[in-house]
C-alpha cells in the first residue's frame, strides 16, 4: 500500500465526517440539502477512490449511483417539495447546536476507539474507512433524534446510509451489498417523497413531526 | 441447487413474486382477495412437501435446512390463514366506507410482496440477501400500515418507517462487519457473505470483531423483533395498521426478525473466543417481558393491548433462546409457534369484534359471549390461551421455560415467573371486561369468517394436549442445532 494511496483515502472519508459534522449545524432546509448534496459528492469521491485502489469496477457503479441519485436527484426533489409546501423556514432544533457538536465530537472519539482498538490486525484502509464509516452513521443517527423535521429526519437517515455505503466500500471485495444499499436508500427516498410528505401535507398541513406527536395513538 | 423451477424452494418464492407481479395489475377486489389465498395456499403446500422432499445442496444464494424449514412452514400457513382472514375483513372496510377500494388497489400485491420478502429471508444462504428481504418486507408493511391514512395511521407509519431503517441500517454495519471478520479467512467476496461457509470458519476469524458485528445485529434485528428498548414502533403499528396486517406483524415478521438474530447467535457460538450472545438475550429478553407485562395493565385499545403481549411472548422466546441447551431452545421454538398461531388468531377476533363494535377501545366492548357467541367465545379461548393457561401449547412451552431457568438460574426464574404472573393478572382483567357483562354499544352486522381463528386454536389446544413424537423429534434436532 503506497503512502499517497492511503493517504487521500483517509482525506475522503475524513472529509465526509467534517460534512456530517456541517450538516448538524444548518438550521435552514435549503442549506442542509445543499450540505447534504456535497455530502453525497463527498462520498462518490471516496468510493470511487476505493474502486481505484482495490482495482474493483463494480465500485465505480456505485460512485455513480451515489452522485447522480444523492447529490442531484434527491436534493432537486426535496428542494421542490419543500418550495411547495412552503416550509423554508428555521428549523427547529430540540438540542442547541453546539451542545449536538459537543455530543457528536463524543460520538467519533467513541467509534474511533472502538474501531481501532479492535481492527488492530485488519489492513490499514479497512481500519480507517470502519472508524469514519462508523463516525458517520452515529453522527446520522444524532441527527435524526435532534431534529424534529420529516425532511431533516430523512436527510439525517440518507447521511447514515452514506456511512454505510463507505463502511461497504472499504470492506475489501465485499458484494453487490453496496449496490443494494444505495438502490435502497434511493427506494426509501422515493417512497417518503411520494407518498409521506405529500400524505402528512394532505392531512396536517404541517411536515413538523411535533404536529404528529400530538395526535398519539393512546386515545383517551 | 437441483435449479428445477417445480422444486418446491422455488415454488415458495416464485408463487408470492408472480403473484405480487398479477395482483398489481388485476382490477377488482373480490377477485384479487381469492387469488390472494390462493397464491398463499399454493406456497404453504410448496413449504409443507419440503418436509418430505430431498433438499437441495446449498447455493451461495438459497439454503434448506431442519431449522428454517420449521420457520417457513409457520410462516405460510399463518399467511394463508391470515389471507382468509384479511379477504372477509378487508371486504367489510370496503363495504362500511372506511376504505376506499383505490386504497386497497395495491393492497394484496403488497401482502404478497411482504410474503416474498419473508420467505427469502428465511431461506436465504447469504448474509447480504437476507438484509436485503428483510428490508423488503419492512418496507411494505410501512406502506400498508398507513393504508387508512388517518392521522394515527400515518403518525404509526412513519414512526415504524424511521424506527425499522435505523434498526435496518445497524443491521447492514453488523452484516458488514461480519464481512470484514470473515474476509482475512474465507477470501474476499460471495464466500465470505454465505452462511455454510461462515459456520464452518467461524473458529478463525477475529472475535474481538465478531463480537462488534454482533451487538449491531443485536440491536438492528431487535429493533424489528420489538425487544425494549427498541420496541417503540410496534404498538402503534399494530393498532393503526389493518388487523390482518397486525396478524402477520406480530405472528410472522417479528419471527422473521428473530430468526435472523438466531443465525448470528450460532455463528458466534461457533467461535469460542468470541463474547458469549446468551446473557444479552437474556438480558434484553428478560426486560421486554417485563416491562410490556407491567404496560398491559394501562392500555385503553385492544390492539395495542395484545400488540404489548407481543413484546411479552418475543421476550420469553429471546429469553429462552438466550439461556441455550437442548431444553431451553427447544422450549423456546415451541413458544414461537405457539405464540405465532394463537396471537395471529387473536387478532382474526379482535378485527372482526372491532368491526361489530365500530371501536378499539376497550371499555367500550363488552358482552360479546352473549352477542355474538361463538366469536366471543373463540376470543376468550385465544385470549385464556396467551396468558398461559393450561391445556393449551403456550402453557406448555412456558412450563418448560420456567422449569429450566429454575433449574439453571433460580435468580431470573424469579423475575420470569413475576413477569408472567402481572402479564396473566392483565389479560385475564381486560377479558373478563370484554366478553362477559350485558352486551354494550352497537352491533354491525358482518360476514366473519372465523375458520382461521377456531383452526388456529384447535392446533394450539392439540399441541398443548398431545404433541406428535416426530414433531417432538424435529424441534429436538433443531433445538440441538442452535447449541
Redesign the interface.
Known sequence: MSGIAFDIAHLLAGGLVLVSFMMIYQDRLYALLNVFALHAVVLAAAVAWQAHIQAAEHLYLTAAIALVFKAIVIPGALHRIIRRLGIHRTVEQVVGSGLTMLAGMGLVALSVV??L???A??DAI?RED?AF??SV?LLG?LM?VTRRN?VS?VVG?MS??NG?IL??AG???????VE??VA?SV??AF??IG??LF??RE??DTVD?VA??N?????? | MTGTLFHPLAVILLTPAVAAALLAILPGYRLTARLNVLASALAFLAAASLFVVSRPAPGNYLLVDDLNIVFVVLNTFVGLTAAIFSASYIGHEIDSGHLKAAHVHFYHAMYQLMMFGMNLALVSNNIGLMWVAIELATLTTVLMVGLYRTHEALEAAWKYFILGSVGIALALFGTILVYVAAQPVLGDGTPSMIWTGLMAGAASFDPAMLNLAFVFLLLGYGTKVGLVPLHAWLPDAHAEGPTPISAVLSGLLLNVALYAVLRFKMLMAAQPDALAPGPLMVGMGLLSLVFAAFMLYARRDIKRLFAYSSIEHMGIITFAFGMGGPVANFAGLLHMVMHSLTKSAIFFGVGHVAQIRGTQRIDAIRGLTQSHPVLGWGLALAVLAIAGMPPFGVFMSEFLVVTTSFARTPVLAGILILGLLVAFGALLLRLTGLVFGEPEGPAVPIRASLVPLYLHMGLVVIAGLYLPPAIVTWFQTVARLLG
Not at chain 1, 470492506?171 to 451489498?177: E, H, Y
Not at chain 1, 395526535?215 to 383517551?220: A, L, N
Open positions: 472502538l474501531m482498538g479492535i481492527t490486525n485488519s479497512a470502519l464509516a462508523l452513521v443517527l435524526m420529516a429526519q437517515f447514515l446510509e454505510l463502511a461497504a470492506a475489501r471485495g465485499m458484494p453487490l451489498v443494494i444499499s435502497f427506494l426509501i417512497i417518503v407518498i409521506f400524505r402528512i392531512r396536517f413531526v404528529l406527536d395526535f398519539r395513538g393512546e386515545r383517551r
